[in-house]
Nanobody, 127 residues
């Protein structure tokens, strides 16, 4: 079992930066692919970014490419999402997720490919 806890959300202005963190319990964190998803009010949850267990592979939604960076520190059981040049349309609850599958063998954009989820952290970007 893996428990995930997100932190770092808040209220910022357009153009600002924010770094989200997701801490994981359990000894197998370093073997999991990790992802970030988000859900805006009235919308379905959508893929944001993913990273392989060894950080060699990352992937991003087109809407955040070039602005967001996913990274991980396996020694700290933590995955990060650095968000720069934030826009009002980035406003959402952000969730981290862990997958037992290797990133290369999974449909990383698909929610049910992930086995564990955090409770989410709110990010609000004002214009």
């Amino acid at each position: 079992q893996v428990q995930l806890v997100e932190s770092g959300g808040g209220l910022v202005q357009a153009g600002d930066s924010l770094r989200l963190s997701c801490g994981a319990s359990g000894r197998s964190f370093s073997t999991y692919a990790m992802g970030w998803f988000r859900q805006a009010p009235g919308k379905e949850r959508e893929f944001v970014a993913a990273i392989s267990w060894n950080s060699r592979t990352t992937d991003y939604a087109d809407s955040v490419k070039g602005r967001f960076t996913i990274s991980r520190d396996n020694a700290k059981n933590t995955v990060y999402l650095q968000m720069n040049s934030l826009k009002p349309e980035d406003t959402a609850v952000y969730y981290c997720a862990a997958a037992r599958k290797a990133l290369a063998s999974m449909r990383r954009f698909v929610e049910y490919e992930y086995d564990y989820w955090g409770q989410g952290t709110q990010v609000t970007v004002s214009s």
